[in-house]
Nanobody, 127 residues
Framework: QVQLVESGGGLVQAGGSLRLSCATSGRTFSTLAMGWFRQAPGKERESVAAIDWEGSHMYYASDSVKGRFTISRDNAKNTVYLQINNLKPEDTAVYYC???????????????????WGQGTQVTVSS
């Protein structure tokens, strides 16, 4: 079992920045691929980004996040991060981190690739 706990969400004005964190426990973190997803009210959960087990390859789900979102990890701290810059109102969502023990990176944006999920952290961007 893997436990994931997100933090770092909040209310921020458009143009601001946030860094989300996801602390893990229960399994060797460095064996897991990690992903960030988000879910806005009334919408399906969508992929934001993923990172491989050693942090050498990052994957971004869309052009709307590429360049503004940066995924990273610190295996010594068992934590994955999502830095979000130039926040926009459409970024408002609950952000979830997820872990996979056996991911196909060609489908990193598929929720079914992930075995474990956190409870989410709310990000609200005001205009």
């Amino acid at each position: 079992q893997v436990q994931l706990v997100e933090s770092g969400g909040g209310l921020v004005q458009a143009g601001g920045s946030l860094r989300l964190s996801c602390a893990t426990s229960g399994r060797t973190f460095s064996t897991l691929a990690m992903g960030w997803f988000r879910q806005a009210p009334g919408k399906e959960r969508e992929s934001v980004a993923a990172i491989d087990w050693e942090g050498s390859h990052m994957y971004y789900a869309s052009d709307s996040v590429k360049g503004r979102f940066t995924i990273s990890r610190d295996n010594a701290k068992n934590t994955v991060y999502l830095q979000i810059n130039n926040l926009k109102p459409e970024d408002t969502a609950v952000y979830y981190c997820a872990a996979s023990g056996a991911i196909d990176y060609r489908n990193f944006d598929d929720i079914h690739q992930y075995d474990y999920w956190g409870q989410g952290t709310q990000v609200t961007v005001s205009s």
